[in-house]
């Protein structure tokens, strides 16, 4: 009986201190604080289990043909996810260095992921990262699909064909 009073009373300090520590503004939440490793690697651990979970979309047939990933450089591009993940040849913006966790540079990334779990991260986003949820940001199913058969193949894209693949589309030509 002693002993199941003292872990109530434990469980009580204990709850009351956690509530002091976090409704009391000691937790930061500054960008740049470095979280113990342990719960660095429990994150990590979550992330991907959770995406190897929901990610159930199989790609449609023929989503990898050459046209279609030229399309989703393209898409890449006017999504901005240049911006935070850069692409061969173009830096990422300086802003996104300044991301806590950083974002990955996707053709070191690419090669472990299928295309499913990448088209439901780029669809879903990833909570409270900087990593938005395209579906929301307005990108069709197709636009995705066309971004994830690009990034498949990202490791061999070289920075002259992602020139020429997100180059400006010639202006149509003027009516007589
Ligand atoms: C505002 C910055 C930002 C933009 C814009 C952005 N991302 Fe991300 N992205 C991130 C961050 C940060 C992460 C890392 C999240 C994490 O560590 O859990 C990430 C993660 C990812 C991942 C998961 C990598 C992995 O480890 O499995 C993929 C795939 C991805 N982004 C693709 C894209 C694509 C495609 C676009 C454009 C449609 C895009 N991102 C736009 C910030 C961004």
């Known amino acids: 009986m002693k002993i199941l009073a003292a872990i109530g009373a434990?469980?009580?300090?204990?709850?009351?201190?956690?509530?002091?520590?976090?409704?009391?503004?000691?937790?930061?939440?500054?960008?740049?604080?470095?979280?113990p490793a342990i719960v660095k690697w429990a994150l990590n651990q979550v992330?991907?289990?959770?995406?190897v979970r929901h990610a159930h979309d199989q790609p449609p047939p023929g989503?990898?043909?050459p046209a279609k990933v030229q399309a989703?450089?393209?898409e890449f591009d006017e999504h901005g996810c240049v911006?935070?993940?850069g692409a061969p040849?173009?830096?990422?913006?300086?802003?996104?260095?300044?991301l806590h966790p950083d974002p990955p540079d996707l053709k070191d990334v690419v090669p472990e992921v299928t295309p499913s779990q990448l088209f439901w991260v780029i669809k879903n986003g990833i909570n409270m990262t900087g990593m938005p949820g395209f579906g929301a940001?307005?990108?069709?199913?197709?636009?995705?699909?066309?971004?994830?058969?690009?990034?498949?193949?990202?490791?061999?894209?070289?920075?002259?064909?992602?020139k020429a693949w997100t180059a400006p589309l010639p202006a149509p030509a003027a009516k007589p």
Do not use: M, Q
Request: proline content about 1%.
């Open 10 to 35: 434990l469980a009580v300090v204990f709850a009351v201190v956690a509530a002091v520590f976090f409704c009391g503004g000691f937790y930061s939440v500054a960008g740049t604080a470095e979280e």
């Open 47 to 51: 992330r991907t289990a959770s995406i």
């Open 63 to 65: 989503f990898d043909d």
């Open 72 to 74: 989703g450089a393209r």
């Open 83 to 85: 911006n935070c993940h």
């Open 89 to 98: 040849g173009v830096k990422w913006a300086k802003f996104s260095e300044g």
């Open 137 to 162: 940001a307005g990108a069709t199913d197709e636009d995705i699909w066309a971004i994830v058969a690009f990034l498949k193949k990202l490791p061999s894209v070289s920075e002259a064909d992602y």
